[in-house]
Structures are given as structure tokens and as C-alpha cells.
T-cell receptor, first 115, second 114 residues
């Protein structure tokens, strides 16, 4: 069975500083990995995905994530945080070796960017 | 930019009542999903739907739940007899493909069962 761990409930960073939101996963087959962001009273917005290829994936709004197979991690990064990046971030995984599309989500990490 | 829409945004119902949550997926998408998020908890998969039938469902998706695509645009989730523990935010999602396809989520329906 798949699982995702987001070890930090909250990450605080000052505007202009780099940010990292951590995610580790467990899946029996090939991992398909996703990051979503949720703003208050909004749905989940897709940021980026890793299916195959380069370990560094670039996504929306300047975010990127690094897939590390040996550490089973897929940490979300941004070189310079904006106050508007403050939101709830979810990492998700599905098993790419099955035909099933079920996404398994982590518990979410709240990112707070201070001015 | 095309997006998934959901109605209503909020629904309050009495325990034991039936509710129908509605979703309009992105028009060229073929795969449809429902997830839910109980307040303060993680987003949980309920069911996936393709070619007019359920392709996968979780243990949460018991006989009280059903899904339907009644016409070419809507995708519905019915809860037959609501329980207090069904109170949650329900998200609809759709994807264009199965293999690696991104699931795009709607804004959600907040269901409160009293």
C-alpha cells in the first residue's frame, strides 16, 4: 500500500529566502509523485509532478521538486519565497505500475512566509 | 483555463437524509474521481470512474455511496443515508489520461450532517 509522510506541520520562512517542504513516500511499484497547493476555501491546485526522467522537476509559480529514489523523497523547493506562497501544501503518490489512479496524500504542510 | 466545478459549495443536511453532490469535470477528460477531507485530516480517495463504471473504490465507499454520470457533463456523488461522520469537504477531480495524468480538483463541497 502507498503512503506519504510530510514530517512538518508548518514551515516558516522569510520572504526572499529559499523554502523547502519535505515529503517522503512508500510505494511498491514505480512512484508517480505530485505536489498540490490549497489556498483558503479553494480546491487543490496542481503544482508539479514526477513520472519519469530528470530528478529535478520544475512546476508552476517557480516551484521545483527533487526526486530522490534512494531516500524515497520528493521535497518541494523554491529559491525565493513570496508572501503569496503562504498556503497548505500536499504531497501525493500513486503506484505507476498498476492501472489504478488512486492518489494517496500526506497530511499537508502549512507554509507561512513572513514579509 | 478549463476547470472542474462543483455545486453546491456548502450543504447542510439532517442525519439520515440523502444528498447529491454535483461536479462538472473538464470537458475532454475521461477519468473522474471523488475524494473527501474530514476537517483537520488528510485528503482521502473515495472512488474513480471511467467509461461509465467504477474502476476503483476505497473501503470508505460502502453501499451508502454511489456515483453516476447522468449526462455528458455532470458527475454526481450520492450519499443515501447520511451519518454525522460523513461531514467533510468533498472534492471532485478529473484527468485526461490514466497513465501519469494529472488529476485536476474542483473547489469542493462542504457537507455538514446534523
Amino acid at each position: 500500500a502507498q503512503s506519504v509522510a510530510q514530517p512538518e506541520d508548518q514551515v516558516n520562512v522569510a520572504e526572499g529566502n529559499p523554502l523547502t517542504v519535505k515529503c517522503t513516500y512508500s510505494v511498491s511499484g514505480n512512484p508517480y509523485l505530485f505536489w498540490y497547493v490549497q489556498y483558503p476555501n479553494r480546491g487543490l491546485q496542481f503544482l508539479l509532478k514526477y513520472i519519469t526522467g530528470d530528478n529535478l522537476v520544475k512546476g508552476s509559480y517557480g516551484f521545483e521538486a527533487e526526486f530522490n529514489k534512494s531516500q524515497t523523497s520528493f521535497h518541494l523547493k523554491k529559491p525565493s519565497a513570496l508572501v503569496s506562497d503562504s498556503a497548505l501544501y500536499f504531497c501525493a503518490v500513486r503506484d505507476g505500475d498498476t492501472g489504478f489512479q488512486k492518489l494517496v496524500f500526506g497530511t499537508g504542510t502549512r507554509l507561512l512566509v513572513s514579509p | 483555463e478549463p476547470e472542474v466545478t462543483q455545486t453546491p459549495s456548502h450543504q447542510v443536511t439532517q442525519m439520515g437524509q440523502e444528498v447529491i453532490l454535483r461536479c462538472v469535470p473538464i470537458s475532454n477528460h475521461l477519468y473522474f474521481y471523488w475524494y473527501r477531507q474530514i476537517l483537520g485530516q488528510k485528503v482521502e480517495f473515495l472512488v474513480s470512474f471511467y467509461n461509465n463504471e467504477i474502476s476503483e473504490k476505497s473501503e470508505i465507499f460502502d453501499d451508502q455511496f454511489s456515483v453516476e454520470r447522468p449526462d455528458g457533463s455532470n458527475f454526481t456523488l450520492k450519499i443515501r443515508s447520511t451519518k454525522l461522520e460523513d461531514s467533510a469537504m468533498y472534492f471532485c477531480a478529473s484527468s485526461e489520461t490514466n497513465s501519469g495524468g494529472v488529476q485536476y480538483f474542483g473547489p469542493g463541497t462542504r457537507l455538514l450532517v446534523l
